[in-house]
């Protein structure tokens, strides 16, 4: 599918954002782009080309979320973060769609993303273990579908085509993410859920992120308070996006293929993209990137790049670690 006005990121327009180093030889480096912007759309830092056109992938779910909350779909606090998750598939997560969708009259059979193993590790080894399969369930993107669905409720619409373009559901998303970012979307594709795909700049998609995360309209101030108190449920407990709500508040939200980003109260976000998909150094590139402009204490930043930055390991020994190439 052709985009309107896309320029991808191309190696030319990125800059190395992070290198993995093996006693004393850098073994990987990591190639992208990072936009650091405030509310108002100003960029405060960028490193490579920020105007270059990506999919966000799951980085715009807080836009969908907010979406939703326009449409007059109503939500428990966890029920709202995980229609804005990539949840790990533990449990808790999995009780909270079930929940969703028996309210609404419904079950997993309506979801029309695709049967996947949970996103978390250990949740997919015990899933395995107990001779459980993969289900649309347990793809990190059912909360996501079941607000969709709800959603589809709230405004009358046929839910048995609540992914096609055209539903009013995603019409109005479509609104919301070319009202958050500030730019007309480049495209749309779909996503590997099969949910409606937006291409913007990595720019606009950090603005947009500092828009929802500082509360700029009463529909963000409900997202925002929803994942103050269930930080849980965007991720999963110990695992990137949750440790970085807990610890500094606002929100972060992972996106496939290499796409983070990390938002504050204060109105100030991070879109990191990592031309090759890997997601090794996304967190910890994003936290440096706020500290350096003053969005976050150099203190915490540090910690967290610290918990969830890649050991490299020689055995049980270190011999080696994760460098941010962009840091001052």
Known sequence: MALEGARPLEVSGTVELAHIERFGLI??????????????????????????????????????????????ARFADDELVLAAASHCGSPDHLAVVERMLHDDGRDAHALQCPAQWPLGNADRAAR??????????????????????????AVGGEAARYLET???????????????????????????????????SLAALATAIARVSSGSTPEAQNLMAAVAAEPWAIDGSGRANTMVIERLGGIAKLGAEGVVVIGTTAGVAVAVKVLDGSMRATTPVAL?????????????AAELIELTSERVLAGDAPAGALHISVAD
């Open 128 to 153: 395995q273990a107990a001779g459980l399969p993969a289900t649309r369930l347990t793809m990190n993107c059912s909360g996501k579908h079941a607000g969709f669905l709800r959603t589809s409720d």
């Open 27 to 72: 073994e990987s480096r990591h190639l992208g782009a990072a936009a650091v912007v405030d509310a108002s759309g100003r960029v405060l830092r960028a490193e490579g080309d920020v105007r270059a056109t990506i999919y966000p992938r799951s980085a715009l779910k807080p836009v969908q979320a907010i979406a939703m909350l326009e449409l007059g």
């Open 166 to 200: 055209e539903h009013p559901v995603q019409r109005h998303v479509t609104d919301a993410v070319e009202r958050f970012t500030g730019e007309s979307v480049h495209g749309t594709g779909f996503d590997g859920c099969a949910a409606p795909l937006h291409a913007t």
């Open 288 to 300: 440096t990137l706020l500290a350096s402009v003053g969005a976050i204490d150099v203190d915490a």
